[in-house]
């Protein structure tokens, strides 16, 4: 996925290889990246978040689906297994402290919240999105 993502002329092989394993027409693909490439030739996108950007900045995902699945798939793989298994331990660590009175909905919630604790939660924003919506159900939100 590496090779067709970020060579200009990817081989046959690796087109085909990403095809098989994604289930994406080949011949479709090919094209696609051949006229990706030329069109980031003339915005010197030479970085894949350069590539990004230039994508979703001008709204061309729809002209180009297999390429926009593969850039996907591949900023959704994970580098490595560390984050998976603290994700597997996390859920473990919870569903076992208070399994009992959690639905499903809020376990998944607390997991991401547990799992994401390094990233700055914005406390502020959470609230006014819980009084917006706790005011559509007929409760209001009185903080102090």
């Keep these: 996925m590496n ?4 060579n200009k002329n990817p081989t046959n092989q690796s087109i085909g290889e990403v095809c098989n394993a ?3 027409e080949s011949n479709d693909l090919s094209s696609e990246i051949k006229i990706v490439n030329r069109l980031f030739i003339n915005h ?12 979703r900045s001008k709204d061309i995902q729809t002209g180009f689906p297999n390429y926009t699945n593969i850039l996907k798939i591949f900023l959704t793989i994970p580098t490595n297994t560390a984050s998976n298994e603290r994700s ?9 402290y208070i399994r009992v009175t959690m639905s499903q909905e809020r376990l998944s919630s607390l997991a991401i919240l547990y799992i994401q604790k390094e ?4 406390f502020d924003n959470i609230i006014d999105k819980f009084d917006a919506e706790a005011s559509i159900r007929g409760r209001h ?3 102090k």
């Design 88 to 96: 597997f331990s996390a859920l473990r660590t919870l569903n076992t």
């Design 141 to 143: 939100l009185t903080l």
């Design 3 to 6: 090779n067709v993502l970020f």
């Design 22 to 24: 994604y289930k994406i």
């Design 44 to 55: 010197e996108c030479d970085t894949i978040i350069k590539k990004i950007n230039h994508i």
């Design 119 to 122: 990233y700055p939660i914005d």
